[in-house]
């Protein structure tokens, strides 16, 4: 019995964990409902005033972006903002042929009079933070935009941005991610869905109610003092990003994030792709968690609800290692269900926790309502979309897991980027692009044994019990079953 209970302890515990996690995405939705019925009246600079015109640095951190920097050039070339108080700068750590002809095409744009520069590094110390950490010591604006070389934003994009920093205490505008390749796949429709949800219910539910929230890597503009004040970027963990979030709000700055301005992006067709991303995003925020957590519950500039969200906020990642205990421990449990007669009462006590799934339908279908629209139709498709979601999701909490332990424990890796493709619909290709990782891991070995293992578990359905099986965790392996699968197959076969 000494095993099963260890069993049933590490379920539970990570049963509670995901409520608690659910509960607070649901404070989230409350919160953004009625951020919606808010009328903004920030600051604003009058830009009708050309005093009142800050100057702009834009910075672009690039590494061996062959497929889309001509793109990104052309784009970023088109904003719309004055000339004499605008700068961009190319942070360019390339090591292929993609340094000679971004070097090209910026000599040509400097000839129309754009202020452009191209600035490389013999190494690449500190990767992305250290890009923009060199880049920030000759930059002339106020201001710093960002842009990630598959960002593509609008000619209005900084008109609808900078006027926000009128009021001296922001430090970040931020804005939402579009998807220029949204269904281009299963795997892009699902990447799109959990971001949409990250970019509606969770950064306007944070914001509105002035918890910390983060700037996203990209598709937000900083100022420069706030930078410095916060102690610059720095490169010792995978998401810089997060990191000087919660450094500069730590020290007062009020970020703003701007759910209505689109920023459209390109996501990963490739699930190598999507899994390099995955893995750098969720070991970097267990890196923030152990860089962070201290500060947060040490603060004396914050109040107690924030402190709860600011933590939550960085545990984000690590609910994927609770999902995979549940995952794996769904079995056992399901046996020792029908053998302990005693612990019926404990599994009609752990049928409550089904909650958190409904409560994690309900939030996910505002957002999904928001781009979708509602009706019948539309909410029939959300609940597709939702449990394709769900088990993919569940399909990745391997990868994720061993992500999260990595940055919970310490250990360092490389800031790996994630391929662009230059790709919108089906007509493009993407299977000759040099970037793609040729070798899966070994992670992908395990992940297909896992499949089987919940095929096992669908199986045990039919032969526990006395009374012709034992269903209720059916439909859940089901989904382990599909989602470990889709994951498995695409990596080991397709990548797409």
Known sequence: MVLEYIIITLYTISLVLILLYALAQFNLLINYLKARKKQDNSLKFDFSNPIEIPYVTIQLPVFNELYVMERLLNNIAKLEYPREKLEIQVLDDSTDESVESTAKQIAELQKTGLDIQHITRENRQGFKAGALKEGLKTAKGEFIAIFDADFLPKENWLLETVPYFKNPRIGVVQTRWGHINRNYSTLTKIQAFAL????????????????????????????????????????????????????????????????????????????????????????????????????????????????????????????????????????????????????????????????????????????????????????????????????????????????????????????????????????????????????????VIIEGALTLYFAFGMYSAFIVGNKGGDFGMFPFHLMLFVGFGYVFYKSLFSKA
């Open 196 to 443: 949409d949800a990250h970019f509606t219910l969770e950064q306007v539910g944070r914001n509105s109610q002035g918890h910390f929230i983060n700037f996203n890597g990209t598709a937000g503009i900083w100022r420069k003092e706030c930078i410095y004040d916060a102690g610059n970027w720095e490169g010792d963990t995978l998401t810089e990003d997060l990191d000087l979030s919660y450094r500069a709000q730590l020290k007062n700055w009020k970020f703003k994030y701007l759910e209505n301005v689109v920023t459209p992006a390109e996501l990963p067709v490739v699930i190598s792709a999507a899994r390099s991303q995955q893995f750098r995003w969720n070991k970097g925020g267990a890196e923030n968690f152990q860089k962070m957590l201290k500060r947060i519950l040490t603060s004396k500039n914050i109040p107690l609800k924030t402190k709860i969200h600011g933590t939550l906020h960085l545990l984000n990642s690590s609910m994927f290692t609770c999902i995979f205990l549940v995952a794996i421990l769904s079995i056992p449990m399901l046996y020792i269900k029908n053998e302990y007669a005693h612990l019926k009462i404990y599994f009609l006590v752990m049928s409550f926790f089904i909650i958190s799934t409904l409560i994690f339908f309900i939030c996910y279908w505002f957002m999904y309502k928001k781009t979708y629209g509602g009706g019948m139709l539309n909410f029939i498709k959300y609940i597709g979309a939702f449990f394709a979601f769900f088990s993919v999701a569940m399909g990745f909490s391997l990868h994720n897991t061993i992500a999260v332990l990595e940055g919970h424990l310490g250990k360092k890796s490389e800031f790996v980027r994630t391929p662009k493709f230059n790709i919108k619909s089906l007509k493009d290709s993407w299977k000759n692009n040099k970037y793609i990782r040729k070798k899966p891991s070994l992670h």
